[in-house]
C-alpha cells in the first residue's frame, strides 16, 4: 500500500515543482523579458499557486517581429531549456536529479507544444496573435505541434517507465504498465483538481479574458455592434446573438482528440518501457 501510494506522490511533487518552475521562466523569462528588451512598460503579474498566471506590459510601438517574440518568448524558452534538461537527464540515468531532470524537461516541452498547438488553433493564450496571422493557413502548424506532443508523451512515458521500474511490482509486465499508468493517471487529476479549483476561487477576469478562444471574442463583437446602433430588444439581441454564432462554425474540438492521442502515446510507452 505504501509503494502504491508513495509513486502518485512523487509523480505529482514533480509535476508541481515543473509547473511552478515552468510558469516563472514562461512569464518572466519569456513575456517579461523580451517586452522589457523592447522598451515597453511593464505592470503587474500575477503567478498562480497552482494553475497559470499573466503579466501586464504596455507597448507604443513595437513591430510585428516584436510583439510575435513577447507572444511566443514563453513557448520558446520552455521548448529551449525543456530540451536542455532532457539531454541532460541521459547522463544520469540513475538517481534522483537524474529523474527529476527528465521529468520536468520533458513536462516543459509537453505543456509549450500543447499550448502552441491549442493556442493557435482556438486563437487563445499566446497563440492568439499567429491565430489571426495565419488565418486557415494555420492548421499545418497545429499539426505539426500536435504530432511533435504526442511523440514526446510516448517517449517521455518509456523512459520514465524505465526509471521507475524499481518501484513498480514485481508481477506481470500488464501489472507493472497498469501499476504507473494508474500513478501518472491519480498525479495528473490531483494537479488538475487544484489548478481548477484555484481558477474557481480565484476567478481572475484578465486570465477568463486570455482564455476566451477568438471565435467567442468574434461573436460577442458582433452582438455589441449590433445592440449599438439603435435600441434592440432583449429578444432581438438574442435572435441576433443565435444568427451571428450559426455564422461562425465552431473550430474542430481539437483538446479532446490531443488529449486522446496523448493518452493512448503515453500507455504504449509504458507498454514499451516496462519490458
Do not use: K, N
Not at 510585428?64 to 513557448?75: K, P, T
Not at 520558446?76 to 547522463?91: E, F, H, I, S, T
Not at 481558477?199 to 477576469?205: G, I, K, S
Amino acid at each position: 500500500m505504501t509503494r502504491m501510494l508513495s509513486l502518485p506522490a512523487l509523480l505529482l511533487a514533480i509535476g508541481l515543482l515543473a509547473s511552478r518552475t515552468g510558469l516563472v521562466l514562461h512569464e518572466i523569462g519569456g513575456h517579461w523579458g523580451p517586452a522589457a528588451a523592447f522598451g515597453c512598460t511593464l505592470g503587474e503579474i500575477r503567478l498562480f499557486v497552482f494553475g497559470g498566471g499573466w503579466v501586464e506590459f504596455a507597448c507604443t510601438r513595437v513591430s510585428l517581429a516584436h510583439s510575435l517574440a513577447i507572444d511566443l518568448g514563453g513557448i520558446a524558452l520552455q521548448l529551449v531549456l525543456g530540451a536542455a534538461l532532457v539531454l541532460a537527464a541521459r547522463r544520469r540515468p540513475d538517481g534522483a536529479l537524474g529523474l527529476a531532470a527528465l521529468c520536468v524537461g520533458s513536462l516543459w516541452i509537453a505543456h509549450a507544444l500543447f499550448y502552441l498547438a491549442t493556442g493557435v488553433h482556438y486563437g487563445v493564450g499566446d497563440g492568439r496573435t499567429l491565430h489571426q496571422l495565419l488565418g486557415d493557413r494555420r492548421v499545418g502548424l497545429v499539426a505539426a505541434g500536435s504530432g511533435a506532443l504526442v511523440a514526446v508523451c510516448a517517449c517521455f512515458a518509456t523512459a520514465l517507465a524505465r526509471r521507475l521500474a524499481s518501484r513498480l511490482p514485481d508481477a506481470s509486465r500488464f501489472a507493472r504498465a497498469a501499476s504507473l499508468a494508474a500513478a501518472i493517471l491519480a498525479a495528473s487529476a490531483a494537479h488538475g483538481a487544484l489548478a481548477l479549483g484555484e481558477q474557481r476561487l480565484r476567478a481572475d477576469p484578465v486570465y477568463a479574458a486570455t482564455f476566451t478562444p477568438e471565435r467567442e471574442v468574434a461573436i460577442a463583437a458582433e452582438v455589441r455592434r449590433f445592440e449599438q446602433t439603435q435600441p434592440r430588444s432583449p429578444a432581438e439581441v438574442e435572435r441576433a446573438r443565435r444568427e451571428i454564432t450559426a455564422r461562425h462554425a465552431p473550430p474542430f474540438p481539437l483538446r479532446p482528440w490531443l488529449g486522446a492521442a496523448m493518452a493512448l502515446a503515453a500507455v504504449a510507452g509504458i507498454a514499451r518501457g516496462v519490458r
